[in-house]
């Protein structure tokens, strides 16, 4: 009974629906995009052609599709924004991840209404898909909070070494503007300006102009991007006994990124198939996500409220406890 008050199931499950419905979000707008199908709506939204219903054709279909997601996905982070909020208002992680993933699911939507009514440009394409990411982290993190107040989270106050908590964010911050370069290469068309992987029409250094130099950019980006990855995982092993979650979590988000990299060159070896275009996109939706959870790890929980003597005696509950506040 204990448990199902601290943490409510049904609640948890929700959060859980949020965050693969976020997903699929990314991974529908990866699939507007590897298609082409953009404009499958024409200038009209949130209406199709003016229609509520779509034209049946293809590219009308899947941007139509898209919209159907995000707005379901909207229903239910509106769902786990109240559930929470009426659970845990007085928690920290709370006050800052609700107002997060509704703000950046609203701006995702608005960028996206813009592109279908003025014109697809590729800086607001990239930003667009950079403000999904984060809509995402903060979905995801906010059901990390759920399953791990109470219980898993006490190990928040284990202490990490102030150079590898920086290296951590600087590490999510890095990740972000490579995804963002990746989504602007993406978007310029510029996916097949090196038509060889993983060396660049058959050079080592390509040069820096044009739509070749963006794509190489993006290259030599994941690679330092692995490196830096690598890094955490060599500094969170000497941690291990103290903060498994964090060397587990440098050690998945690795892995992953090594997985993105095979994808980027599936991307190129493949011509820009449109299933590898999709995978490339999820992997790094996933990427992020593990990146930012690692920062969430690396957060201290809240101090818990001094206990305050009612005048009947009680002790009112303690802030850090992972008591719901009613």
């Given at each position: 009974m204990r448990d199902r008050v601290k943490r409510p199931r049904a609640l948890r499950r929700l959060a859980v629906a949020a965050t693969v419905g976020m997903f699929l979000v990314l991974i529908a707008g990866a699939t507007v995009t590897s298609t082409g199908s953009g404009a499958g709506c024409g200038r009209s939204w949130p209406l199709c052609h003016g229609r509520v219903l779509p034209q049946f054709t293809l590219e009308s279909i899947i941007e139509y599709s898209h919209r159907a997601v995000t707005g379901v996905e909207g229903l239910l982070i509106v769902a786990l924004a109240i559930g929470a909020w009426r659970g845990w208002k007085r928690r920290s992680e709370v006050r800052v991840l609700v107002p997060?993933?509704?703000g950046f699911l609203v701006l995702q939507s608005i960028l996206g209404a813009w592109a279908a009514v003025f014109g697809q440009q590729p800086a607001t394409m990239a930003l667009?898909?950079?403000v999904s990411l984060t809509a995402f982290a903060s979905v995801m993190l906010l059901a990390a909070f759920l399953y791990e107040v109470g219980g898993f989270e006490a190990m928040r106050n284990r202490?990490?070494?102030s150079g590898l908590r920086w290296l951590i964010w600087g590490t999510l911050g890095y990740t972000y503007l490579l995804v963002y370069v990746g989504a602007y290469v993406r978007h310029t068309n510029s996916g097949l300006a090196c038509i060889d992987w993983p060396l660049c029409n058959?050079?080592?250094?390509?040069?820096?102009?044009?739509p070749v130099g963006i794509m190489f950019a993006h290259r030599l980006a994941a690679v330092a991007g692995t490196l830096l990855i690598g890094a955490l995982v060599v500094w969170t092993?000497?941690?291990?006994?103290?903060?498994?979650?964090?060397?587990?979590?440098?050690?998945?988000?690795?892995?992953?990124?090594?997985?993105?990299?095979l994808s980027g060159g599936l991307v190129v070896l493949s011509k820009l198939?449109?299933?590898?275009?999709?995978s490339h996109a999820?992997?790094?939706?996933?990427?992020?996500g593990a990146l930012s959870y690692m920062c969430y790890r690396t957060l201290p929980l809240p101090s818990e409220r001094p206990v305050i003597q009612s005048?009947?005696?009680?002790?009112?509950?303690?802030?850090g406890t992972g008591a719901p506040q009613r």
């Open positions: 997060l993933m509704i667009h898909f950079g202490p990490v070494p058959g050079q080592v250094w390509p040069g820096l102009s044009g092993w000497r941690v291990r006994r103290a903060r498994p979650d964090l060397y587990w979590s440098a050690v998945i988000a690795l892995g992953l990124m090594l997985l993105q990299s198939h449109v299933y590898s275009t999709i999820g992997l790094a939706t996933l990427l992020f005048t009947g005696g009680q002790a009112s509950p303690a802030l």
